[in-house]
């Protein structure tokens, strides 16, 4: 239980400590190195050197100085041109760059999908054509009475080869001549 207790109330300590610097984070500036020290002028010692785009808390202001907290929990005063609210380009030109890379991508995948859909409309296009083509020429040979002519030739040549086939010829005998 006290084991439990404690983890609780090292849980609550880190979540007020954090807190600061999640809401309202400021920044120092891209591409610059800024020397923290122990009071608010240039006289004070250096405490720490930050790098551009570390995120801090802004704890305090004077007029050209602002007390700031590091992540790691350590406080000093920075020069205030050197601080802002916005997040630095070398924290979002990563991130945007990935976005970029991504959203390419699915351009290009989109792309491909669309080259791929306009020749499946182009086939389907053209047996469209080639349908519309062999339904015509069917309705022209329903029309036409042509077909039920060779149909009945058909059918009369038929008849006349089954019953030729039917029809006894001459046989071996010889014709009997009738005498007078």
Do not use: H
């Not at 100085?65 to 790691?72: G, K, P, Q, S």
């Amino acid at each position: 239980m006290r084991v439990l207790l404690r983890g609780l109330a090292l849980s609550s300590l880190a979540a007020l400590l954090a807190a600061p610097l999640c809401a309202g984070a400021d920044y120092i500036r891209d591409e610059v190195r800024v020397n923290m020290r122990s009071g608010p002028s240039a006289d004070y010692r250096i405490l720490r050197v930050l790098s551009s785009g570390e995120q801090i808390a802004r704890l305090q202001k004077n007029e050209n100085w602002v007390l700031v907290r590091t992540a790691d929990g350590k406080q000093g005063w920075v020069p205030i041109a050197y601080v802002t609210k916005e997040i630095p380009p070398s924290i979002t030109l990563p991130k945007v760059k990935a976005q970029l890379a991504e959203a390419q991508a699915w351009i290009e995948e989109l792309s491909t999908q669309l080259a791929a859909q306009a020749e499946a409309t182009k086939e389907l296009a053209d047996l469209r054509a080639r349908n519309q083509q062999l339904e015509e020429e069917n309705r022209q040979f329903v029309r036409s009475d042509t077909w039920k002519k060779w149909f009945t030739g058909a059918a009369i040549a038929g008849i006349f080869l089954a019953v030729g086939g039917m029809w006894p010829r001459g046989g071996t005998q010889r014709p009997r001549r009738i005498k007078l």
